[in-house]
């Protein structure tokens, strides 16, 4: 697994959202160690969100990492989660950014993306079609001209391999996650945007619902939260204690 290991600090493993790499996020790092993972790229054959969970905690092992926290973004969310639940014990904190919601809910998300993971759960080879026209869509932008070129960087070296990953990533986002939300031990903050269409700000209500210890942040801000909100993010997966 490549991943970008930046910064000083308390770690956080950053997991970038759906379409994206780990350069779709502010370069800063301010004063937490920031690890950025990659999941896109060439498909990996029979990979799940519990055995990416074990994939990060094996770089977490090689990296001499014993407790950290986590932020997920996007379609990076589940992922999150996966692995707070997969690794209790050495996760801290979560920051849950505009995730994809669990899979008994992916009605809630936009017709699009709704769309694309039932595409997938049938046929990956017609899905990754379908997204990798969508990645060659332009990026939206953002208030900040960084912001938008590390959007529009994140979404090229995403499609760099093709779209294969990623239709394999929402077809088992679509189906049962292998862990149950209540397996989340760790405290989570969910960051959410009023105003975002591709996971609407119902999903939050849900995870805030569903997750046993979670803190709703609920902003003015579009699904691209992780940009403007980006300091108060990572402060809230930083853990507290040394590595």
Not at 44 to 51: E, K, N, Q
Not at 64 to 85: K, M, T, Y
């Amino acid at each position: 697994m490549r991943y970008d290991d930046q910064g000083h600090g308390p770690p956080v493993f950053y997991l970038h959202g759906g379409g994206d790499s780990p350069s779709s996020r502010p370069a800063e790092t301010y004063e937490s160690r920031v690890i950025s993972l990659e999941r896109c790229g060439p498909r990996v054959r029979g990979r799940s969100l519990v055995s990416h969970a074990r994939d990060v905690i094996a770089v977490a092992d090689e990296l001499g990492i014993e407790r950290f926290g986590v932020i997920g973004w996007s379609a990076g969310g589940p992922h999150a989660l996966a692995l707070a639940a997969e690794a209790p014990e050495r996760v801290e904190r979560v920051s849950l950014v505009a995730s994809m919601p669990p899979h008994d809910l992916v009605e809630l998300t936009s017709r699009s993306i709704n769309s694309a993971v039932r595409v997938a759960r049938r046929s990956q080879w017609l899905a990754t079609r379908g997204l990798e026209r969508w990645g060659r869509e332009a990026t939206p932008q953002l208030p900040d001209p960084a912001h938008t070129d590390a959007y529009a960087l994140g979404r090229i070296e995403s499609f760099a391999d093709g779209g294969r990953w990623l239709a394999q990533e929402l077809a088992y986002l679509g189906r049962p996650w292998g862990f149950e939300l209540t397996d989340v031990r760790a405290p989570v903050a969910v960051w959410w945007g009023t105003r975002d269409a591709a996971t609407p700000p119902q999903i939050a209500h849900e995870y805030i619902r569903r997750l046993p210890d979670a803190t709703l942040k609920l902003v003015e801000d579009g699904h691209q939260i992780l940009f403007s909100r980006w300091r108060e993010i990572l402060a809230d997966a930083t853990p507290q204690t040394r590595p």
